[in-house]
C-alpha cells in the first residue's frame, strides 16, 4: 500500500460532506492501493462542531499544522487565503483539488500555467455534480462550439422555484442559504457573479484559454418578485437566470441574465437546486446535461471524484490549447430577457 497524505481546506458544507464521503468510499481508494492520510482540516473556528460522520477526522485553525501533503483540496473559497496557501503546493509540482470557481475566473492570471500543466481537478467548481468539465476536457475537444446556454446557479435556480410556489425573494433566499447552496456573501450569487465565474471558466475550456472575466455582463435576479416569477408560469414560461456563450460578430460573448424559458425548452424543466446545460457544437451536435448545482454532497462526489481520478494517474482539467473561433455564419438562439 502507497501512503497519500491529503490535506483539506475547509471543513464547511463541502468539507465536512468530502469527510463523510471519504469514508464511505475507503474501500474503493484502498483497492487502488492507496492508504490515504488525512491531515488536520483547516478552518476558522476548530471548535465548532462540523456535520460529518467522518470518524477520525481533526479539525485545526493554524495552516501550519495541516503539513507538507501530496494532495491538496481547497474547499475555503474566496480569492486571496485560498490562492496563498494553493501557490505552494503548486510551486512544489503538487496536484490541487478545488470547488472555487471565483479564484479560478478571478486569478487565472496566475493558475492558467498550473492548469496547463494538468495540476489543477475542478470539476466540482461548475455545476458541482453534474460532470460538465471533464465532459469539455475530454470528449467535447473533438467538437467546435457554436454555442452553449446554461442555469449555473443553484442558489437562483431555488429561489425561482420557490417565488413559482408562492414564496417571497427574501424568504426563500434564507432557506437556500439554510441548505448550504449560497455563496458568501450570497450577492455574490443573487447578482449574477457567481454563475458569471462558471461561464468564464467554460468559455476558457470550450472556446478560449485567455477569454477574459472583464468582458462578461452579468445581471442576477434580485430585484425580481415573485408576481413576474408568476405570471411567466400563468403563460406557460418559466423565469431562469441563463448563462450564455455565443457568438457576436467575430467575437464570443458572455452574459449572465434572467430570461423567459418557454416551459419546454430543455433547460426550463430544472428546477430547485438543479443546473442544466445545452451544447451546441459541429460534430457533437447538441448535448443537454442536468444535475445538481448546489449542496455539500453533490459537491463532494465531484471532489472525491477528482481525487480518486488523480490517485488513478489521471492528469487535472486543462484548458483549450487553440483558440474556436466563433463564427460568423451561425445565427445563436435568442431569449427575452426579463
Ligand atoms: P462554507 O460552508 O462557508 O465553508 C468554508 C469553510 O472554510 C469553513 O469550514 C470555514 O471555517 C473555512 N474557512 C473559510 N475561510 C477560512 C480561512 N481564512 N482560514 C481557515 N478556514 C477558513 O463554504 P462551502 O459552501 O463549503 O464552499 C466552499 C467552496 O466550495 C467555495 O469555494 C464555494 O464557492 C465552493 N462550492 C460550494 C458549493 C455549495 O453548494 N456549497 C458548491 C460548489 C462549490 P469555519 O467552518 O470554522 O467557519
Ligand atoms: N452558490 C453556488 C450556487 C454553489 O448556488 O450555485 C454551487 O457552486
Given at each position: ?5 491529503i ?63 501530496d ?15 494553493m ?30 500543466r ?21 470528449t ?15 442558489t ?17 433566499l ?65 423565469v ?9 460578430g ?5 452574459k ?16 430547485a ?29 465531484a ?5 480518486i ?13 487553440t ?16
Amino acid at each position: 500500500m502507497k501512503t497519500v497524505r491529503i490535506g483539506i481546506l475547509g471543513g464547511g458544507t463541502v468539507g465536512s460532506n468530502v469527510l463523510t464521503l471519504l469514508h464511505q468510499r475507503r474501500d474503493l481508494i484502498e483497492a487502488l492501493g492507496v492508504n490515504l492520510q488525512i491531515a488536520p482540516v483547516l478552518v476558522k473556528n476548530a471548535k465548532k462542531p462540523r456535520p460529518t460522520t467522518h470518524p477520525t477526522a481533526t479539525f485545526t485553525s493554524d495552516p501550519q499544522s495541516v503539513g507538507a501533503v501530496d494532495v491538496l483540496l481547497e474547499l475555503i473559497g474566496g480569492t486571496t487565503q485560498a490562492l496563498e496557501l494553493m501557490l505552494p503546493h503548486l510551486q512544489a509540482g503538487k496536484p490541487v483539488i478545488t470547488a472555487n470557481k471565483a479564484l479560478l475566473a478571478e486569478r487565472w492570471d496566475i493558475l492558467k500555467p498550473y492548469a496547463q500543466r494538468g495540476q489543477i481537478f475542478f470539476e466540482a467548481a461548475v455545476m458541482a455534480g453534474t460532470p460538465v468539465i471533464t465532459s469539455l476536457t475530454c470528449t467535447l475537444r473533438s467538437s467546435e462550439l457554436f454555442e452553449l446556454h446554461a442555469i449555473l446557479n443553484g442558489t437562483c435556480n431555488y429561489i425561482l422555484s420557490r417565488m413559482e410556489e408562492g414564496a417571497e425573494y427574501a424568504e426563500a433566499l434564507e432557506e437556500a442559504q439554510a441548505k448550504g447552496y449560497a455563496e458568501d456573501p450570497p450577492d455574490l450569487d443573487v447578482n449574477g457573479i457567481d454563475p458569471g465565474h462558471k461561464l468564464c471558466m467554460l468559455a476558457r475550456l470550450a472556446v478560449d484559454a485567455d477569454f477574459k472575466w472583464a468582458s462578461l455582463e452579468m445581471r442576477g435576479i434580485a430585484g425580481l418578485t415573485g408576481a413576474t416569477v408568476r405570471e411567466a408560469v400563468a403563460h406557460g414560461k418559466r423565469v431562469k437566470l441563463v448563462g450564455s456563450l455565443v457568438p457576436e460578430g467575430a467575437v464570443w460573448k458572455a452574459k449572465v441574465r434572467p430570461v423567459i424559458l418557454d416551459a419546454a425548452h430543455p433547460l426550463a424543466g430544472s428546477t430547485a437546486s438543479r443546473n442544466a446545460i445545452v451544447l451546441h457544437g459541429d460534430a457533437s451536435g447538441t448535448i443537454v446535461l442536468q444535475g445538481g448545482g448546489a449542496g455539500g454532497m453533490v459537491t463532494a462526489s465531484a471532489i472525491v471524484g477528482d481525487l480518486i481520478a488523480h490517485l488513478e494517474g489521471n492528469l487535472g482539467h486543462t484548458p483549450r490549447a487553440t483558440p474556436t473561433p466563433a463564427r460568423t455564419d451561425y445565427t445563436p438562439e435568442v431569449f427575452e430577457e426579463v
